[in-house]
């Protein structure tokens, strides 16, 4: 239940060519407090509630717990959700032995492309693509749950 992620502004569409799969995502947040972000989620034909603790100094490494549910709940829930709503497309790119997830915003924040890769721990290395830009690790401002607060457009 402990999550470690790297996060990577995306300088070009190059990964789309190395994508294995692609789904949309529509996700809100019941609630978006640091300490224990709750967001409901849409994931292609699946759906989640997930609660997030608040992240380490560096903000590679938080708390995560998620369980699938139901879409007719998920869509309920978000009903309920803050305002503020996240549409993306993720792809998913196979390099070596880890899984880039790059998000494609929509929306609010269209235009902000950012790459995930999980890791087993914090000091683990990973091959770079030449497509990943800056790290944004740590950086409140591209936290998903901010992002449908302050979108991306109104920078």
């Given at each position: 239940m402990i999550e470690i992620e790297r996060k990577f502004l995306v300088t070009s569409d190059a990964f789309i060519a190395e994508a294995?799969?692609?789904?949309p995502i529509k996700q809100g947040f019941l609630n978006t407090d640091p300490g224990r972000t709750v967001r409901i989620r849409i994931k292609g034909t699946k759906a989640f509630i997930t609660v997030k603790g608040k992240?380490?100094?560096?903000g590679t490494t938080r708390f995560e717990w998620e369980k699938p549910i139901e879409i007719v709940e998920a869509e309920s829930l978000l009903l309920l959700c803050e305002p503020g709503?996240?549409?993306k497309v993720r792809y998913e790119i196979a390099i070596a032995n880890h899984i880039f997830e790059v998000d494609v915003f929509k929306g609010d924040n269209i235009g902000l492309i950012l790459a995930e890769i999980e890791l087993t721990n914090e000091n683990e290395t990973?091959?770079?693509?030449?497509?990943?830009g800056q790290e944004v690790t740590g950086d409140p401002k591209y936290y998903n749950s901010q992002l449908a607060r302050h979108p991306f457009l109104k920078w």
């Open positions: 294995n799969q692609s789904y992240g380490n100094t560096s709503t996240i549409e990973f091959h770079k693509p030449n497509w990943l």
